[in-house]
């Protein structure tokens, strides 16, 4: 039964490894969603430590990751209103999620200010008898009272979102995206309010001396069974590596040049960064190579190739490669306006917009302007 804990905590931390070093579209929601797993994982790594008799080669592993522990509504907060707000702003009222931390540093700073033999005790008694070792005392709180404490905090933090979260569920779910998301997030949601509600079963359980169920092992056996399955559902919802910004709806005609303007209404979390690195990619042309498509554009955005062609038609109403060819036909327009015809070819024309031939670019030209290039040349002479 233990192992499954310790799948768990290497799960976790596989996890909390690639959520920190992923390059997201939401990072403040990444990074609270690696913290929560890290925590998980040293929650999971301990139990399978200390219930599975192996704390006497881990005696450093006890006592300081109760602090840890106590930060558990922390991250989950924050992720979820990340997520559906699409930002974070601190909030005096959120000093509220650290009360149990704040009584766990209390109590840990208590223990380890009390002379050696009282933590050497306590140590051993976690060694020979773990199942009763929650009964343990601190100063302020015994150790199952900080157990009910962090996870009706949990608790209490998952009910507080749960109504923005019933009506982000409800917005824009006819894109794929979304939808992966949303069931993402409810199933993240159900499986973090069952672990709250099994850890807080259990703990009253221990103070209580008493079987809420029949067979005194079952509530461990589920409340480990759901760890294991928080742990390792990432894997069906790979896209939550990246995040997912939220959207500005607008309506662009797909005939529409691209403007410095229309960059600047770019979507997202952190937009200014957005904004740059488009305007960036514009000013260094990288548009105009030949090799240039969406995996590359996508590599220079530091964002994953779905989610930038998923932004593009969102915001513009183009697929990528409309996308980059309306920004090629601007680019040819200003050309042939300052007179590079005059002294090149077509062909030149075509390669310096970062097409392979005067074909394919001539048939994108027209497309865009409803002109050939020769007769965009004639006209711009009988206006003149």
Excluded at 255 to 267: A, G, M, P, V
Aim: proline share 3%; aromatic share 14%; hydrophobic share 50%.
């Amino acid at each position: 039964m233990f192992n499954i804990l310790l799948i768990a905590a290497i799960f976790g931390f596989v996890l909390t490894t690639l959520l920190f070093l992923k390059k997201s579209t939401q990072p403040k929601a990444i990074i609270s969603l690696g913290g929560f797993y890290f925590l998980l994982s040293v929650y999971a790594l301990q139990a399978y430590i200390i219930d599975g008799v192996h704390l006497a080669k881990c005696s450093w592993f006890f006592l300081w990751p109760l602090m840890l522990y106590n930060l558990f509504a922390l991250p989950i907060y924050f992720y979820f209103e990340t997520i559906m707000e699409d930002r974070l702003r601190w909030k005096k009222e959120y000093s509220i999620l650290f009360i149990p931390f704040i009584l766990s540093v209390i109590d840990v700073g208590y223990i380890y200010l009390q002379p050696d033999a009282v933590y050497a005790e306590m140590l051993h008694d976690a060694m020979t008898d773990p199942k009763n070792r929650l009964h343990v005392s601190y100063w302020l709180l015994d150790l199952d009272q900080h157990m009910l404490l962090r996870h009706v905090w949990q608790l209490a933090a998952l009910l507080v979102v749960l109504p923005k979260l019933l009506n982000f569920i409800k917005k824009g779910n006819a894109d794929n995206l979304k939808n992966i998301l949303n069931k993402w997030l409810l199933v993240f949601w159900i499986g973090l309010a069952l672990f709250a509600v099994f850890a807080i079963i259990y703990a009253i359980e221990n103070m209580l001396a008493v079987n809420i169920f029949e067979g005194g092992a079952l509530v461990p056996i589920i409340l480990y069974t759901i760890m294991f399955s928080i742990g390792v559902i990432p894997i069906y919802f790979p896209t939550i590596l990246h995040g997912y910004p939220q959207v500005i709806e607008t309506t662009v005609d797909s005939k529409q040049s691209i403007s410095d303007q229309q960059l600047d209404s770019k979507y997202g979390l952190d937009e200014s960064r957005i904004k740059r690195k488009l305007k960036l990619l514009v000013e260094k042309k990288l548009h105009l190579h030949q090799d240039f498509n969406v995996t590359n554009c996508a590599r220079e955005m530091e964002m994953p190739t779905h989610h930038l062609s998923y932004f593009i038609k969102q915001q513009y109403g183009l697929n990528f490669t409309s996308y980059k060819n309306n920004l090629r036909m601007e680019y040819a327009k200003n050309l042939i306006e300052e007179g590079f015809l005059d002294t090149n070819t077509m062909e030149a024309l075509a390669w310096e917009c970062g097409f392979a031939n005067r074909s394919s670019f001539s048939k994108v030209f027209k497309n865009a302007t409803k002109y050939s290039p020769s007769d965009y040349v004639l006209k711009l002479a009988a206006d003149s």
